[in-house]
């Protein structure tokens, strides 16, 4: 076969590869004793422990499932991947979904020797709910319990960093509506998953679920000794956010750069055609698994 056509072939096949969806190397993974805290592990072959990247579903933790397959490009990276269910709201009210996002990282540590990776340098990743939940790991306190009974629980909960594509950050309705709009908390996210019955229940019995609703919000809890966190939006809207898609608005971002640069910790905001974070997300995920 001439030269030529033999690197026109082998390059069609590389470019199948990197496109190529890969099975979990252990699947269906139980964290926990519901059974919908399981999870998917992809396992990258190594003579040294890899760095971990967990992903977390989105759907306003009321909807969503974790990935089934992996893409082969993002294994070519150099650190293993994981991918969790969760307990969704219509089955567990928060704080369900992100106790369960923590348990799962728990989980994982005490499987880093086995499936070969550095349980130091496990970072998340998620969009939308799954960016909160990824956030809200990043600055919550270790929950590690040494003298538990529960083996797992006694593993630590905290991350090397986070990364979050269009997240929310805060799920205090007052905060939200002054700062980006009244359709940032329509969604039954703001609402539903606290146990109101609707945006305005939630408003006006705000002593009922105030203390749930700012635990479980990510801002809540940054403190100096937090990780970095990468935090990405697509669609910068206009403020205040009256109609669409105010959900995902880039405000809650501004929100939480807002804080970190008080605190004085990393907190690299992206949104499209506005704020530039200065690196890539592969360029943020080398940099945090590269620290020791």
């Given at each position: 076969m001439p030269f030529i056509k033999l690197a026109i072939l082998l390059s069609v096949i590389s470019i199948s590869l990197l496109g190529q969806k890969i099975e979990p190397t252990y699947k269906q993974v139980?964290?926990?004793?519901?059974?919908?805290?399981?999870?998917?592990?992809?396992?990258?072959?190594?003579?040294k422990p890899t760095p971990l990247?967990?992903?977390i579903h989105g759907g306003g933790w009321l909807g969503g499932k974790k990935n089934e397959t992996a893409?082969?490009?993002?294994?070519?990276k150099g650190y293993s991947f994981a991918s969790i269910d969760y307990r969704l709201a219509g089955t567990e009210l928060l704080p369900a979904a992100v106790h369960d996002a923590a348990r799962a990282?728990?989980?994982?540590?005490?499987?880093?020797k086995e499936w070969n990776f550095n349980?130091?340098?496990?970072?998340?990743?998620?969009?939308?709910?799954?960016?909160?939940s990824s956030l809200w790991l990043a600055y919550h306190d270790d929950m590690a319990d040494p003298k538990s009974d529960d083996p797992v629980?006694?593993?630590?909960s905290r991350v090397c960093g986070a990364v979050a594509m269009g997240g929310q950050t805060t799920l205090d309705p007052f905060l939200l509506e002054k700062k980006i709009g009244p359709a940032c908390i329509q969604h039954g996210m703001i609402w539903k998953t606290v146990g109101a019955k609707s945006i305005k229940d939630l408003m006006e019995n705000w002593g009922q679920y105030k203390e749930l609703s700012l635990q479980c919000s990510p801002m809540t809890?940054?403190?100096?000794?937090?990780?970095?966190?990468?935090?990405?939006?697509g669609k910068p809207a206009p403020i205040p956010v009256i109609k669409g898609d105010g959900i995902h608005h880039a405000g809650f971002g501004r929100l939480l750069k807002e804080k970190c640069k008080k605190m004085?910790?990393?907190?690299?905001l992206q949104v499209k055609g506005h704020e530039v974070s200065g690196v890539t997300k592969d360029e943020f995920l080398k940099k945090v698994f590269s620290k020791q």
């Open positions: 139980s964290y926990g004793p519901h059974k919908d805290m399981t999870l998917n592990f992809w396992k990258v072959e190594s003579k990247l967990v992903h893409n082969a490009n993002e294994l070519k990282i728990q989980f994982l540590r005490t499987k880093a349980p130091a340098r496990i970072a998340v990743i998620g969009g939308s709910a799954g960016a909160a629980l006694r593993q630590s809890h940054v403190s100096k000794d937090d990780p970095p966190v990468f935090l990405n939006y004085g910790i990393d907190c690299h």
